[in-house]
């Protein structure tokens, strides 16, 4: 009941001032009548409307103007104590100050909704800034972080090299030093795909490629993602699987990834020998991922700050826990493509934290005659067995045994590094540092691969890569670009310069190798939608 007084009291009274302004006048005027007897009628009944419109508005200043108007008609116009106005020139008087009244009550009205907006402006302005200053708080506070993140991997890096510069030929520093290097740089490597993640997603060019598929395999690659970071902290994890297949519609390598962030989240928030629990379950046709921990948990009210990018549950400059503050962020973005819910619940600092994702089931397929699953689950499955079907390539003139490769790349040591790699591994490696250097070893000698980086010096890796396709000799040759532009139109451009493959640096090298297998293998004929995922 309270909630109406309030309005209606404060409506009474902006209807009291109008009578109240009105009655002043009157009477001021009363005290002017014997002097002005039926002169100016309506002349402090101006003023009571004007200052009925400034205090109390429209409605009550239109009051003001017909109180005005029967005062002055009954009191002062003759014939006095009567309505009637039969003077022409006291009707004039009445006309005008009817209009000039409605054209100050307009002035007021627009004069207020101005105020009004340059208020409301002013307080967004406010909030505007507010949230600026936040950000580039923020943006501050995340590349210290970054220093801080890319300075642990290298240094120990620069202290393996200045270790092998004094050890050169002791085995045990070669091997200490290699395990070191691999650490870092899979860690390096970790924090640069969780940056391209963000930048995809505030972009809006990730993509997913759907398929039907059975979930539980999605989470087991997460599992065994994620085994690592287990065994170095002693944690003990126990993952609850439903029996049956869990059919979704979704992209099998961004549910493994979502999924692994939210058990490597739990590994590393919670103390050694802790307990990690995952929980898959299905009822009707919502799919639920749970993953819990005994942790070091967050306040209540954190639980949707922390999905935000580059907020870490421990700001500290301890820095116990590491990370860039992501991993979250891009669990949430990826459940929401796919159609899903992440909801983050914690009891308190100490109390553990629980992840819940709510996914939508799909229907399941129609089984096969045995009833197992179905081998392919979607059509991009399906036309990769097509092509392995196809005869191996070979470029004439290649031996089939030591298949030729071309490195083409600026940076002199990753190059020869390369096609050492290359070397090893069984095939005839050839090194060029530019464009132009490419295309005359090519003419001399016609590779069945070409690894092409794109920023080249002089002519990029998209004219070389022309100049190739328009070569006659060179049309069966295979491109691969091996860049570090990654986005949609770097690929697209890629596609119409007639590269066969766009991969992203880093690359491992047995990765890079399978794709130069599937190459001269004749599996990727063409451009596919794998080689430019």
Request: aromatic content about 6%; overall charge negative; charged content about 20%.
């Amino acid at each position: 009941m309270g909630n109406y007084c309030g309005p209606a009291i404060r409506h009474l009274q902006r209807y009291a001032i109008a009578l109240a302004s009105s009655g002043l006048a009157l009477w001021g005027r009363s005290l002017l009548h014997p002097s002005l007897g039926g002169e100016c009628p309506f002349s402090l009944f101006y003023l009571s409307v004007l200052l009925t419109a400034w205090l109390a508005g429209t409605g009550p200043a239109i009051l003001s103007i017909g109180l005005g108007t029967v005062f002055a008609a009954h009191f002062f116009i003759p014939p006095e104590s009567s309505l009637a106005i039969g003077s022409l020139s006291d009707q004039i008087h009445l006309v005008i100050y009817v209009f000039v009244n409605f054209v100050a009550i307009l002035l007021f009205n627009r004069v207020e909704r101005q105020r009004r907006l340059a208020e409301k402006r002013s307080a967004e302005n406010l909030l505007l800034s507010h949230s600026l200053r936040q950000t580039d708080e923020r943006k501050d506070e995340f590349l210290a972080l970054l220093a801080h993140e890319l300075r642990n991997p290298l240094a120990p890096i620069r202290s393996g090299l200045a270790l092998l510069k004094l050890k050169p030929d002791s085995v045990d520093v070669l091997q200490r030093v290699h395990g070191i290097f691999h650490r870092q740089t899979s860690h390096l490597v970790r924090i640069t795909d969780d940056l391209l993640d963000i930048s995809r997603f505030c972009r809006g060019k990730m993509e997913l490629q759907i398929g039907l598929l059975d979930l539980r395999n999605a989470i087991t690659d997460a599992i065994e993602m994620s085994e690592s970071l287990f065994e170095e902290k002693n944690h003990r994890f126990q993952a609850l699987l439903p029996h049956h297949p869990v059919w979704i519609a979704g992209d099998r390598v961004r549910l493994a990834q979502l999924t692994a962030n939210l058990l490597g989240n739990a590994a590393k928030y919670t103390p050694a020998c802790g307990r990690i629990n995952l929980q898959v379950e299905q009822v009707g046709s919502l799919i639920t991922v749970i993953v819990s921990d005994n942790g070091i948990g967050f306040a209540p009210g954190e639980s949707e700050r922390i999905l935000e990018p580059f907020v870490q549950i421990d700001p500290s400059r301890t820095r116990e826990y590491g990370g860039l503050g992501v991993g979250l962020t891009i669990v949430s973005r990826l459940v929401s493509m796919h159609g899903g819910e992440l909801l983050a619940h914690s009891r308190g600092p100490g109390m553990g934290s629980c992840f819940t994702v709510n996914l939508k089931a799909a229907t399941p397929p129609v089984e096969t005659a045995s009833g197992e699953e179905p081998a392919c689950t979607n059509q991009l499955e399906m036309d990769n067995i097509r092509e392995k079907e196809s005869p191996p390539y070979r470029v004439a003139g290649q031996d089939p045994v030591r298949p030729h490769v071309m490195i083409v790349d600026d940076n002199q040591d990753a190059t020869e590094l390369l096609a050492e790699l290359f070397e090893s591994a069984g095939y005839e490696a050839s090194q060029a540092y530019d464009g132009m250097t490419a295309l005359q070893k090519i003419s001399q000698r016609c590779p069945a691969i070409v690894i092409l980086d794109i920023g080249l010096p002089g002519m990029d890796g998209y004219e070389v890569a022309r100049r190739i396709r328009r070569l006659e000799f060179a049309q069966q040759v295979r491109l691969i670009a091996l860049t570090g532009w990654g986005g949609s139109t770097d690929r697209e451009s890629g596609r119409q310069a007639g590269f066969d493959m766009h991969l992203v640096k880093p690359v491992s090298f047995g990765e890079l190798q399978e794709h130069v297998e599937s190459l001269l293998n004749g599996q990727f004929a063409g451009l596919s939608v794998s080689s430019f995922e």
